[in-house]
């Protein structure tokens, strides 16, 4: 069963899809080879050439597990308190996001009226880079929208509990998780 991006258990179903593809790739390119090599008695043929070609999909299932075998997924009680915080909010979860210099990991972001809210994962990471980043590109989509980063669940919760109800239209929270889904690795 695939688990879609920014659910829970993505981070773990990530790393155990790209680590089996990864093997698949390479017992694919011995097997090409071996064939090759146990058919014509020298490495110099075709079928060496088409193993070496196995490389290029094994490489990109390399860089999807670099990408997130750091990571560390939220446990089900941490997510469970703040699903009931959030109510009938958006709540991504195992938020992974890169831009073009940096791999960023938020454990919960949290859309909900007219404001969008993070809580970073434990990990060392450039949290002001990250919090422009987030910021430039909600408010890229929607101007009026309010991005905050937490260091801990309590502080979102708490938040959440303070938030008013904001006249925002479906569509623009609609855009926001959109784009927020489309920065996820």
Known sequence: ??????????????????GLWL??????GVIIFLTG?????TRANIFTVLAVLMVLPAAKRVVALVVMLPRKEVGKERYQRV?????DAVLLTDYVFTSTEKIMNLDFVVVKNGNVLGVTAASRQDVPYMK???ADSVHKIAPSFH?????EDEQLIKQLDRLTEVETSPDWEEKVVSCLHSLAV
């Open 1 to 18: 069963m695939k688990i879609k991006k920014c659910e829970p258990g993505y981070i773990t179903w990530q790393k155990k899809w790209n």
């Open 23 to 28: 093997g698949i790739f390479i017992l694919i």
């Open 37 to 41: 090599y146990l058919l014509t008695h």
């Open 83 to 87: 699903k009931e915080a959030a109510g």
């Open 132 to 134: 422009k980043y987030l």
């Open 147 to 151: 991005v905050r980063v937490f260091d």
